[in-house]
């Protein structure tokens, strides 16, 4: 288990402890993180950071907590995220553009995002915050991408059955899970590429 988990919504804090996760749990704000200065060696941060609105505070209060050289890493959606949607690609290639850039927004707002951002745009916020990048590769193709749109709506029944029973899946087993294991085990083997919708960052405490 890790160290501490950070959550400011009771719920996933009850998941988690549920599934020992964590040594530590605490219901906070990002910035204002309920640990002292200098407290950890590393954090690590998955899908997290895109959906809060304003990041500098919480990546100024997470330098606070680190040690001085401390890993960061996480990873967050790219400046590729929008342009890989089928629908939208589908919308541009018969001439309705307008349409496509509504529907990347309903997407980006039902995925709850602020920040689809280039890691330009990440290796600035993090400098003023007092990260430095020590490196940072794309990952999931635009095939990968369509499985993940798709699934949205594909997942529906999923949905509903975590509404009812609090289980994603109502039987987690191997034998049921084998036609979800066969179409989509390519794109979890896929690596690293030069443009993916999504972006992972090595990072390291400065200052």
Do not use: M
Not at 17 to 40: E, N
Not at 73 to 91: G, K, N, T
Not at 101 to 123: G, K, L, M, Q, T
Not at 142 to 171: D, F, M, N
């Amino acid at each position: 288990p890790l160290a501490a988990g950070v959550d400011p919504w009771w719920l996933p804090l009850t998941e988690a402890r549920a599934r020992a996760a964590y040594h530590t749990l605490a219901q906070a704000d990002g910035a204002h993180l309920p640990f002292a200065s200098g407290h950890f060696a590393s954090a690590v941060s998955n899908s997290v950071l895109e959906h809060i609105p304003d990041l500098d505070p919480v990546l100024a209060d997470l330098h606070r907590v680190l040690r001085p050289g401390a890993a960061f890493v996480f990873c967050s959606p790219s400046d590729h995220f929008l342009e890989f949607l089928s629908i939208s690609r589908a919308l541009r290639r018969v001439g309705l553009r307008g349409l496509a850039e509504a529907y990347e927004r309903f997407f980006n707002r039902i995925s709850r995002h602020h920040h689809c951002d280039s890691p330009d745009v990440w290796r600035e916020r993090l400098g003023r915050a007092g990260f430095a990048v020590e490196r940072h590769w794309y990952y999931f193709s635009p095939q990968a991408h369509h499985a993940l749109e798709w699934g949205h709506y594909l997942g529906l029944p999923s949905a509903i059955a975590k509404a009812l029973t609090g289980r994603w899946v109502l039987a987690p087993n191997r034998a049921n899970l084998w036609l979800t294991d066969k179409l989509l085990r390519r794109y979890y083997d896929e690596g690293k590429l030069d443009a993916g919708a999504y972006v992972f960052f090595v990072c390291r405490k400065i200052g």
